[in-house]
């Protein structure tokens, strides 16, 4: 599938989507929200992928938040429709596990979409933020409810109210990403994440992904029974057959998502 706003390919078991808007800094209109979707519904198809790799053109900017020349024109009704929340949140509940390689600014939306990977890397030139307030408006695709959840309540309201933008390292101390490396280690150390998740059972990472987002959200006894529903799913399945057949005959498993 051709693209505009964005470059989508795949190294052997990766799948990578680039946004590609350069000179917007990456931007996030609308149709790259749509590209983005269309990008993932083109990859779930592919069985050889295992894991997404998520970045941005250019050493600049991963993506430096919503286009601000249509979000001066937004109304109030049409800030009622989903657009990027939806796009994000199919981001989040994606069926593969999901890896934001931030490679600059990550602004408003641009951290707001990081937040929905599983996992998030930054080159040390990155700078991230949700400086909405300064707009007269409030990260509104997530970005409340996302960064509390990720690095708590306190540090996630001082960062929302004062609009601070933060260096990767700082970003790396408060566990808002993974890594902090130079530029050109980025998409190695992304890959380096990549590789040792695509080793593992399909389906348990998938179950994985959703007992810890469900779970989060709901008091521990419902948590504990979700997640024991998606293990007792997985001991009927091929892959924990043979996860621990490979395992006793000291070998590496051949899972098939089944």
């Known amino acids: 599938m051709t693209y505009k706003n964005i470059l989508v390919h795949q190294e052997r078991e990766l799948g990578f989507i680039k946004l590609n808007r350069p000179e917007q800094r990456n931007a996030l209109n609308i ?9 993932l519904e083109e990859i779930k198809a592919n069985q050889d992928i295992r894991v997404v790799v998520i970045t941005g053109s250019g050493e600049k900017s991963f993506a430096a938040g919503a ?3 249509e979000l001066n024109k937004r109304t109030m009704i049409e800030a009622l429709q989903p657009n990027m929340t939806a796009t994000f949140r199919k981001i989040e509940e ?11 600014y990550a602004l ?11 996992i998030r890397v930054a080159s040390l030139n990155a700078k991230m933020g949700l400086p909405e307030v300064g707009l007269g408006i409030i990260p509104g695709a997530g970005g409340t409810q996302r960064l509390s959840r990720t ?7 001082e960062l929302i109210l004062t609009g601070e933008v ?5 970003a790396k101390d408060i566990g808002l990403v993974s890594a902090a490396v130079p530029q050109e280690e980025l998409i190695e150390k992304a890959k380096e994440y990549a590789s040792k998740i695509s ?26 029974y979700l ?9 009927g399945s091929y892959d924990k057959q043979e996860g621990t057949q490979a395992f006793l005959d000291k070998r590496k498993p051949h899972f098939k998502g089944e």
Do not use: W
């Open 199 to 224: 080793i593992k059972g399909p389906l348990a990472l998938r179950l994985a992904k959703t007992a810890v987002n469900r779970g989060i959200d709901v008091e521990m006894e419902t948590a504990l």
């Open 67 to 69: 286009d601000i020349k």
């Open 166 to 170: 933060i260096s990767a390292e700082e």
């Open 94 to 104: 994606y069926e593969k596990p999901t890896i934001a390689a931030i490679n600059g």
């Open 151 to 157: 690095i708590g309540k306190g540090k996630a309201m």
């Open 108 to 118: 408003g939306g641009g951290l707001e979409l990081a937040l929905t990977c599983d």
């Open 31 to 39: 149709e790259t929200l749509q590209e983005i979707e269309k990008a």
């Open 227 to 235: 997640e024991k529903l998606s293990q007792t799913i997985l001991m």
